[in-house]
Nanobody, 130 residues
Framework: QVQLVQSGGGLVQAGDSLRLSCATS????????MGWFRQIPGTEREFVAA????????KYADSVKGRFTISRDNAKNTMYLQMNSLKPEDTAVYYC???????????????????????WGQGTLVTVSS
C-alpha cells in the first residue's frame, strides 16, 4: 500500500490560486485511482475531484468545476489539485485519497462512501478570506 504525504495549502484571499500536492511512497502509484476530498469541522467529508490511474479520466464536484483542476504525474508519483478563483466557501481541510478498487472514477467517486477508500493523506488546511 502507498503512503500519501500532502503539501500546499495555507491562507489566501478570495480570487487567489493555490496548488495542493499529494506525493506517494512506493512503486505502485500508477495502480491507484486518486482523488481529493474536503471537510469542514462538524460536517461530512465531501468529494472534490478524482482522477483515474492513467490520468485519462477525471471527475469534479459541481461546486469546483471550471475552477479546480486535478492532475497526476506518474513518473513523479505525485497528484495535484490546482485551485483557481478561490472562494470563502472553499475553506476546509483538504485530503487526498488513493484506491485501487472503486473505479471508474467518473461514475463512482462522487457518490461513494469515502470511508471505503483505501489510503488517505494527513490533510491540509486551506483558508480563503473574503
Amino acid at each position: 500500500q502507498v503512503q500519501l504525504v500532502q503539501s500546499g495549502g495555507g491562507l489566501v484571499q478570495a480570487g487567489d490560486s493555490l496548488r495542493l500536492s499529494c506525493a506517494t511512497s512506493g512503486r505502485t502509484f500508477s495502480n491507484y485511482h486518486m482523488g481529493w476530498f474536503r471537510q469542514i469541522p462538524g460536517t461530512e467529508r465531501e468529494f472534490v475531484a478524482a482522477i483515474n490511474w492513467s490520468g485519462g479520466s477525471t471527475k469534479y464536484a459541481d461546486s469546483v468545476k471550471g475552477r479546480f483542476t486535478i492532475s497526476r504525474d506518474n513518473a513523479k508519483n505525485t497528484m495535484y489539485l490546482q485551485m483557481n478563483s478561490l472562494k470563502p466557501e472553499d475553506t476546509a481541510v483538504y485530503y487526498c485519497a488513493a484506491d485501487r478498487f472503486h473505479g471508474p472514477v467518473s461514475s463512482n467517486w462522487a457518490t461513494l462512501n469515502y470511508r471505503y477508500l483505501e489510503v488517505w493523506g494527513q490533510g491540509t488546511l486551506v483558508t480563503v478570506s473574503s
